[in-house]
């Protein structure tokens, strides 16, 4: 142990002795420690600027996209505007499955606009309800 550690622990130890540790903001509670240990370590300072600024890459934009569209697909009873949401969310879907270089077993499947003109009686009984965005990835 050199001479900087072994002050170190002398000065956390008289801390400790001294109650300076106690009452700190976050006591008591879980550390909310990240894993980043997949980001090469030369881009995880730029990655966690732009996590906390709340910046989502493309892909992750997209998918967030496309799930609020679906969810507003459900209330939407007009069969001609139901079918230019579906187009919409599929043209959506195109770009995900573009950005992502994946094989083709691996895409995102789109929506089937099939049962349009039956009113949304439950989000079970149209065909673009609940299993309309499928993701394999």
């Known amino acids: ?19 300076e540790f106690d009452n700190l903001p976050g006591s008591g509670k879980p550390l909310r420690l990240e894993d980043d ?16 600024a709340h910046c989502l890459p493309p892909e992750a934009e997209l998918r967030k996209e ?7 697909l459900q209330g939407v009873a007009d069969s001609s505007e139901r079918a230019r949401q579906v187009r919409e969310i599929n043209l959506l879907i195109t770009k995900l499955n573009l950005l992502r270089q994946k094989p083709l077993a691996m895409e ?30």
């Open 108 to 137: 995102t499947r789109q929506m089937v606009i099939s049962g349009l003109s039956v009113p949304n009686d439950s989000p079970a009984s149209a065909n673009t309800g609940s299993n309309a965005l499928d993701a394999k990835s």
């Open 66 to 72: 496309i799930l609020r569209l679906k969810d507003l």
């Open 37 to 52: 240990s997949a980001v090469a370590p030369n881009l995880r300072m730029a990655y966690r600027l732009l996590k906390n």
């Open 1 to 19: 142990m050199s001479n900087f550690e072994r002050v170190a622990e002398e000065k956390i130890r008289a801390a400790l002795a001294n109650g």
